[in-house]
């Protein structure tokens, strides 16, 4: 593939890998943007492994989910204290509700988080999903109800 | 909250990213891990062979070359298949690099 190819592909998918790369590193632009970088170069470099049997996205963010296993066996996760979770208030009613949802998301896991994502937010079945993730079914879907609950129970005014 | 006002919440698509630079930055990286590799698969097997020569029974080495150059150079089949394996080689770099162009 040619480079103007693979950029082309890469501006194309960008937003989706490091929008999923952020959710999962609880909103660390930075993290998450070295983490996309290295998640594109892995495809580039297994480019040719790409059986085509899900989308070219959902392969992407099969390797974006495994750079972050990675780093994540290199730094623990820290837990959140409570001044994160009291920091920045926005007076516009939907975009105070889009806060609270990632601050209620940080306290997610990991696992939770990526399952809501990927079944919620980027409307992946719960198969796809655990291809993703590289989790049995059953875990995927426990990992989505849990992280509801827990949701509607941090979200509860 | 009720199940559908979470549902609304979380099913919303995540906000778009602008680029700003990102795909540019990869591209620059690509090549260069690209370059990388290419220059790592041409020089590993020279290097290995370096670091293998002192280990290599030159003698014996020596004496099989002189043994067999005079034979190969008076054997027709010796020539054509060195011919064959020099005319393989170029057409596999040639069709590698027609690949590479497409």
């Given amino acids: 593939m040619s480079a103007d190819a693979f950029t082309r592909l890469v501006r194309e998918h960008q937003s989706k890998v490091r929008g999923f790369l952020r959710r999962l590193t609880r909103g660390d632009a930075a993290l998450a943007d070295d983490l996309a970088q290295e998640t594109f170069l892995e495809a580039h470099r297994k480019l040719a492994q790409f059986r085509g049997d899900g989308s070219f996205a959902s392969w992407l963010c099969g390797i974006a989910w495994s750079r972050f296993l990675m780093e994540r066996r290199k730094r623990r996760e820290e837990p959140l204290d409570q001044a994160d979770d009291a920091a920045s208030q926005d007076p516009r009613p939907g975009l105070q509700a889009k806060l609270d949802l990632e601050r209620a998301m940080a306290r997610l896991s990991a696992e939770e988080r990526a399952a809501l994502t990927l079944c919620c937010a980027f409307g992946h079945s719960h198969g796809e999903a655990a291809d993703i993730l590289r989790l049995p079914l059953g875990t995927v879907k426990s990992h989505v109800l849990r992280g509801r609950e827990k949701l509607k129970a941090m979200l509860e005014p | ?102």
């Fill in chain 2, 1 to 102: 909250m009720t199940d559908d006002e979470l549902d609304t919440l979380l099913c919303a698509p995540l906000e778009e990213l602008a680029d700003d630079g990102f795909s540019v930055k990869v591209a620059a990286r690509t090549e260069r891990a690209a370059w990388w590799r290419e220059r790592f698969a041409l020089f590993a097997p020279v290097a290995a062979a370096a670091a293998l020569a002192p280990f290599l029974p030159g003698e014996e080495l020596t004496r099989a070359a002189l043994r067999l150059s005079p034979e190969l150079a008076n054997s027709g089949a010796a020539a054509f298949g060195i011919g064959v394996l020099v005319l393989t080689l170029a057409l596999e770099k040639r069709f590698r690099e027609a690949q590479s162009a497409l």
